[in-house]
């Protein structure tokens, strides 16, 4: 029975964050208070701005009965959202969305499922290339990157048509346990930056033996080679990365599976960037960055799994933010910064879509379009 939980789990996706935790709560010390399965769940897992008036949120929905799940998204207009019609991609349809918009009328979509295409109109799917991010510098070029089982996973797109390209794996001293690419971020079809990272032995974990290491791959046009990260700790793992140019990309995401993580890349090597946590105890984690300028990043993340969690960088190092969690997190936030005055984030809580605004100064909570049903 475990394992039907688990396969129905990872078959629908982020949006069923809530259901699992649901199924999951039947093993834990909670079993006295018996939790209800929720019938609908949504999740916005992407977002990509071109300016703070245009932005493009992806995600997905599940809702039963009759059993109904399918592609989510939504269009900001700086004021307000407007849900947006999208292709079922996929057997069950697009899982793990990640976005990317090089202009208004252009934007690419992959999951693990499937991708799909915006021509400024309407959505049409696009077969032959998965993955769990996606970066588009030009109308003309995108990189998508992906793990497929102990392998990772590359599409290139140019010349109007999806390429796959080899990707190199590490050589660590046993073998991989785990491998996953999570964030890519290209300045051009000439450079780009992928992370992730991976576990080894992959017996006994935890142990003294093992390690999660932080992974990157640097893409040079032709072809993908590694430079690997710094690993502060022997838990570490980055979850996103944003570049301005081949000499400056940020990466985010945890060491020791409890505290914050940031390293730089300075064009030759990778620097650990001190970050703060908003508490010495618990568990805190970095899912997305964006660096609107060489100057100015924004991070957000989770604490503990439930709280929002939002830093930025400013005069060379990085500060908390004030930011509010209306109801606890249900998977990972995303985030696109159009401007050194203008974020959006987007996630879900409580089970339903949830997004906020920054300005420079504050982050807003908006309302957000809730999926079909």
């Known amino acids: 029975m475990n394992a039907v939980r688990a396969a129905l789990c990872l078959a629908f996706g982020a949006a069923l964050l809530v259901a699992c935790a649901a199924l999951a709560g039947a093993q834990s010390a909670d079993r006295a208070r018996p939790r209800t399965i929720s019938k609908h769940a949504a999740a916005l897992t992407g977002i990509a701005c071109t300016s703070p008036n245009r932005c493009m949120a992806v995600g997905d929905y599940y809702s039963e009965p009759p059993l109904r799940h399918g592609t989510l998204v939504s269009r900001w207009n700086g004021r307000a959202w407007q849900r947006e019609r999208a292709p079922l991609v996929g057997p069950v349809g697009i899982v793990g969305v990640a976005v990317s918009c090089p202009m208004a009328r252009r934007c690419v979509a992959v999951s693990t499922s499937g991708a799909m295409a915006w021509n400024g109109t309407r959505w049409t799917s696009q077969r032959g290339v998965t993955g769990s991010a996606v970066s588009c510098p030009s109308a003309r070029f995108c990189a998508a990157v992906g793990t497929q089982g102990l392998a990772l996973s590359s599409s290139i797109w140019r010349d109007g048509r999806w390429t796959r390209e080899r990707v190199p794996l590490p050589t660590p001293p046993t073998p991989i346990g785990r491998i996953t690419l999570a964030g890519v971020s290209c300045t051009s079809q000439d450079f780009c930056l992928a992370v992730g990272d991976y576990s080894y032995p992959a ?32 838990l570490g793992a980055l979850r996103a990365v944003s570049c301005r140019s081949p000499r400056f990309c940020v990466a985010v995401g945890t060491q020791r599976a409890r505290s914050t993580l940031v390293e730089r890349w300075t064009g030759k090597d990778w620097q650990v960037q001190a970050s703060p946590n908003p508490s010495a105890v618990g568990y805190s984690v970095l899912d997305a960055v964006a660096c609107p300028s060489t100057r100015t990043c924004e991070a957000v993340g989770t604490y503990n799994g439930g709280s929002l969690v939002a830093e930025s960088w400013r005069k060379d190092r990085w500060v908390l933010q004030r930011v509010r969690t209306p109801r606890p997190m249900s998977g990972s936030p995303a985030l696109s910064c159009p401007s050194t005055r203008a974020c959006v984030l987007v996630g879900a809580v409580g089970g339903l879509p949830m997004s906020q605004t920054w300005d420079g100064r504050r982050w807003v909570v908006r309302s957000t379009p809730r999926p079909p049903r």
Do not use: C, K, Y
């Open 203 to 234: 017996e006994a974990q935890p142990s003294a033996g093992h390690r999660d290491v932080p992974l990157a791959e640097l893409w040079n046009g032709n072809t993908w080679r590694l430079v690997p990260p710094a690993a502060p700790t022997a």
